[in-house]
């Protein structure tokens, strides 16, 4: 394998911008409690920093995702938005409405029997895209917790046509220069049947609500045992493939970070996308975001430590030589074709990766930098009398 990356790889490599959740940086827990880091971001510009931080280090997220209410309680500060995060030479990515919160939400947000809060729940989606409109943000990004818990308790047609209704009138209120990302997942917080579960229901949606929605694939959203790059892969092929939200599982929506469970996987799932670029001739139209929450890691750590992960396991992929896949493919060399893989993910690129960093001007190990920089003691001494005045929201 080669000494260094070469040249188009790691042309591609820097042309890979990684989004970081705001809500990554601040505290967060699981059903049964919430545990506070002392250096734990607090405020939106809290959030910032740290997102600026990971930049520093990395060189390679430009972008931060913002989820409306978690990052703007009291609904204003679109206006400052962008000039916050253009001040830390960042900018804002990903817009993320939050329509599963509110009480009014418990039986569901556009899919609520209930007319009035099916409106309260579009105008907030209209509102963020206003939100987005100000900041520049090219991404809507459309989760929803609406679901059932009860056999019997919803109509699944009648959801389903709210949910058309609803998308149609938000897609329609984008600006050209937006994408609509609907994300499908098949569980919680409903467990008995949640509306957009699977990536068909978030394809005939999209397709449903216009010409600039398309699908985002959570790799946590799977249920055991699904072949995600195949999902992938088939989305990219219908040109219906608008983004991901990457991390890790063991099971599903564990939200750990990208890579610690099952790295083989996310190799698999960047050759598809290298596959699908080559078929296309350029790089796909995608947003490359992460959504983890770190409730045992050190949040900053982990944030560096999963755009080092995408970094390396795309550089892998990007190793992988087609054309000898291709060639095994066609003469059913299984063995052979499946060597092409196993070669390219067995090849150590943190050597390759440091030097190209250092040719970038960046660290050649942006952990270790970021440890040495004492910027988790800087930021706990500065949020922690914060913290102990506020008593600390959830993201
Ligand atoms: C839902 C989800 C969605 C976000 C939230 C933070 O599980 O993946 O993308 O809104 O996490
Ligand atoms: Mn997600």
Redo the contacts with the bound molecule.
């Keep these: 394998m080669p000494a260094a990356l070469p040249v188009a790889a790691a042309a591609r490599l820097a042309r890979l911008e990684i989004e970081l959740?705001s809500?990554g940086f601040a505290d967060t827990g699981t059903r049964f409690g919430k545990f506070l880091q002392d250096a734990a971001a607090l405020t939106l510009e809290d959030k910032l920093d740290d997102a600026a931080e990971v930049h520093r280090l990395t060189g390679a997220c430009p972008s931060v995702a913002i989820?409306v209410l978690w990052d703007l309680p009291a609904g204003g500060g679109a206006a400052a938005l962008s000039g916050l995060a253009r001040a830390r030479g960042l900018r804002i990515g990903s817009i993320?409405p939050n329509v599963f919160q509110d009480q009014c939400y418990k039986h569901g947000s556009v899919a609520n029997e209930d007319a009035a809060v099916r409106r309260r729940a579009i105008d907030h989606l209209l509102a963020s895209v206003e939100l987005g409109k100000a900041c520049g943000s090219r991404a809507l990004?459309l989760?929803f917790?609406d679901g059932t818990n009860y056999p019997g308790q919803g109509s699944v047609a009648r959801r389903k046509r709210w949910f058309a209704d609803a998308l149609r009138e938000v897609h329609a209120a984008m600006p050209d220069s937006m994408t609509m990302l609907v994300?499908y997942?098949p569980f919680?917080p409903a467990f008995y049947h949640t509306d957009i579960a699977d990536w068909g229901m978030a394809y005939v949606l999209a397709k449903s609500a216009g010409e600039r929605a398309r699908v985002l694939v959570?790799t946590?959203?799977h249920l055991p045992g699904q072949n995600i790059e195949h999902i992938v892969s088939f989305l990219a092929d219908e040109g219906m493939l608008g983004g991901f939200?990457f991390n890790d599982r063991h099971y599903a929506?564990d939200?750990l970070t990208m890579g610690s469970i099952d790295p083989y996987r996310i190799f698999r799932i960047f050759l598809a996308i290298c596959e699908a670029e080559r078929a296309l001739g350029r790089d796909l139209p995608v947003e490359f975001m992460v959504?983890q929450?770190h409730n045992l890691k050190p949040k900053v750590e982990a944030m560096v430590q999963t755009v080092v992960t995408a970094q390396e396991l795309f550089a892998k992929a990007l190793l992988v030589d087609l054309g000898a896949l291709d060639a095994a493919r066609a003469r059913h060399d299984i063995v052979a074709a499946e060597e092409c893989l196993r070669r390219a993910f067995a090849t150590d690129v943190r050597p390759m990766l440091a030097e190209w960093r250092v040719s970038r001007g960046l660290p050649a190990d942006p952990l270790a930098a970021h440890r040495a920089s004492g910027y988790e003691a800087r930021a706990a001494a500065a949020r922690l009398p914060r913290k102990r005045a506020s008593g600390g929201s959830y993201?």
Aim: proline content about 5%; aromatic content about 10%; glycine content about 6%.
């Design positions: 959740p809500w989820h993320n990004s989760w917790a994300e997942k919680e959570d946590g959203h939200h929506d939200d959504d929450s993201a």
